[in-house]
């Protein structure tokens, strides 16, 4: 089992920037791919970004690339989401997501293993 709890969201300008935070615990965090997806009011859990066990690959979606970074820090069983120019469009409930597989875990939200309960993110236009 793991367990992933995310955190960093909340109220911010178009423009602005947030850090989102997913701490994970239980079996070795270094085992898994980990990956954000968003889900908007009325719409579907889509994938944002993705990044692979050791952190060497990363994939992003096109909505995203260019101001979002996905880094994570297997010492502290961590995964981040940097979020930059940050639109209202971009406004959504994150939420981390573990795969244990080799490589990344996918775009495919069925795919994955484990999620956390979700962070609020809202930008303001």
């Known amino acids: 089992q793991v367990q992933l709890v995310e955190s960093g969201g909340g109220l911010v300008q178009a423009g602005g920037s947030l850090r989102l935070s997913c701490a994970a615990s239980g079996r070795t965090f270094s085992g898994y791919a980990m990956s954000w997806f968003r889900q908007a009011p009325g719409k579907e859990r889509e994938f944002v970004a993705a990044?692979?066990?050791?952190?060497?690959?990363?994939v992003y979606a096109d909505s995203v690339k260019g101001r979002f970074t996905i880094s994570r820090d297997n010492a502290k069983t961590t995964v981040y989401l940097q979020m930059n120019s940050l639109k209202p469009e971009d406004t959504a409930v994150y939420y981390c997501?573990?795969?244990?597989?080799?490589?990344?875990?996918?775009?495919?939200?069925?795919?994955?293993?484990?999620w956390g309960q979700g962070t609020q993110v809202t930008v303001s236009s």
């Open positions: 997501a573990a795969r244990q597989v080799a490589g990344w875990g996918g775009t495919r939200l069925y795919d994955y293993d484990y």
């Open positions: 990044i692979s066990r050791s952190g060497g690959s990363t």
